[in-house]
Structures are given as structure tokens and as C-alpha cells.
């Protein structure tokens, strides 16, 4: 079953924040949260991960609650080659490190 | 960069016809991984391995099964195709450590007719 809920779209106009939402309020102490983006007819690409702290890269920036029972992936400056399916993940630590992966948001970034 | 190469991009089969689909990884990852992405179901984990000669189900594994003879190659094995498993097929790997980020092939295209 999947470990996270996210809305199934969402829009975001050019040049504004893009502000994705997951749930993963059964998440344990040991267990990272991980977001991949899946550009049409390609394999998903590796965003952003954490574990408890705030993240950021040269992609995106990573908010954890408190809690860490839900996160947003934050893209500072939507552009129309941001728009792709968002997955976020929460890892497994079992056997051999199994990522699920659920359906995802789909973005829209709008001109 | 990683780069983790699928054999063939499209792929059509008959129904009862075995297929293979390979998957090669070039930067000497321990896990590989095959999953399948449907419409409306996001990506499925089939079977994952974390060693040569080891293997893993995952969440769908009924009727594939795969090889790993080599460190750099995860095949994944259709013995009799059927039309369910009509999909597109992504292969995956990463380091088996934790926090280690996964990279995907371009993925594969089958149709079962």
C-alpha cells in the first residue's frame, strides 16, 4: 500500500512558487522523505530527500513539519519544464531498501 | 552522471511468447530494481535485487521473474506474456546505503497483443 498521500493535480502560473503537499502521517523515526518528478516519456529523476531538517538544492527546497507527519516541495520559480508528475516518497529500511512509489501530483505550470 | 540503459525503448510481443528486458547500470550499484508505471496506478515495484545472484519480491512480482548474474545486469523475464502485462517497464538502481537516491532507465514500452 502506499505510505504517502498527495492531491492527483494542481496548477502553478509561470514564475510563481510552486507548492506540492505529502501526507505520510504513519512515517518512523528512521524513514526518509524522498521527491522525484517524471517528465513526460521519461524515467523519474531524484528532486530532493530528508529526514528531518529543511533541505534545499539548486532544484527545489524540502519542508519537514515538526511532526514529520506531512512535507512540501517547494520549486521557488515554476517554469513550463516544470510541469511533470511529482512523487513523494517515504523509504523503507527493509532487506534491500525498497523506494514505493505512489500516483503522484501532477503539475501543470501554466504560461 | 549514472546511467542506467534499458535495452529497447518499444517492444511488442505475443501472447505466450517469453521476453526478456534488460537493464544495465554503469557506476557499480549494489540495488537494481524493475518496476511498472500503468495509467492511474503510479509505479508498482515488481522484484529489486541488493546483490549478485539475489533477488526480492516486491509488490507485484506474479508472473515475471529476473536474473542477476552480473553486478551491472538485472533482467527482468516474462515466461508466458499475457495482455495484462502490457506496461511500461522502468529499471532502476542505486547504492545500498541509506539515503542513497535511485536512478532511473528511460524505461520500456511493452505491448502484449
Known amino acids: 500500500d502506499a505510505k504517502t498521500t498527495q492531491p492527483p493535480s494542481m496548477d502553478c502560473a509561470e514564475g510563481r512558487a510552486a507548492n506540492l503537499p505529502c501526507n505520510h502521517s504513519?512515517?518512523?523515526?528512521?524513514?526518509?522523505v524522498y521527491w522525484y518528478r517524471q517528465i513526460h516519456s521519461q524515467g523519474p529523476q531524484y528532486i530532493i530527500h530528508?529526514?528531518?531538517n529543511n533541505e534545499t538544492n539548486e532544484m527545489a527546497s524540502l519542508i519537514i513539519t515538526e511532526d514529520r507527519k506531512s512535507s512540501t516541495l517547494i520549486l521557488p520559480h515554476a517554469t513550463l519544464r516544470d510541469t511533470a508528475v511529482y512523487y513523494c516518497?517515504?523509504?523503507?529500511?527493509?532487506?534491500?531498501?525498497?523506494?514505493?512509489f505512489g500516483t503522484g501530483t501532477s503539475l501543470t505550470v501554466i504560461p | 552522471d549514472v546511467k542506467v540503459t534499458q535495452s529497447s525503448r518499444y517492444l511488442v510481443k505475443r501472447t505466450g511468447e517469453k521476453v526478456f528486458l534488460e537493464c544495465v547500470q554503469d557506476?557499480?550499484?549494489?540495488?537494481m530494481f524493475w518496476y511498472r508505471q500503468d495509467p492511474g496506478l503510479g509505479l508498482r515495484l515488481i522484484y529489486f535485487s541488493y546483490d549478485v545472484k539475489m533477488k526480492e519480491k516486491g509488490d507485484i512480482p506474479e508472473g515475471y521473474s529476473v536474473s542477476r548474474e552480473k553486478k551491472e545486469r538485472f533482467s527482468l523475464i516474462l515466461e508466458s506474456a499475457s495482455t495484462n502485462q502490457t506496461s511500461m517497464y522502468l529499471c532502476?538502481?542505486?547504492?545500498?546505503?541509506?539515503?542513497?537516491?535511485?536512478?532511473f532507465g528511460s524505461g520500456t514500452q511493452l505491448s502484449v497483443l
Open positions: 504513519t512515517i518512523s523515526g528512521n524513514e526518509y
Open positions: 532502476a538502481s542505486s547504492i545500498l546505503s541509506r539515503g542513497e537516491k535511485l536512478f
Open positions: 530528508g529526514l528531518k
Open positions: 516518497i517515504v523509504r523503507v529500511e527493509k532487506g534491500g531498501n525498497q523506494f514505493y
Open positions: 557506476m557499480d550499484h549494489e540495488n
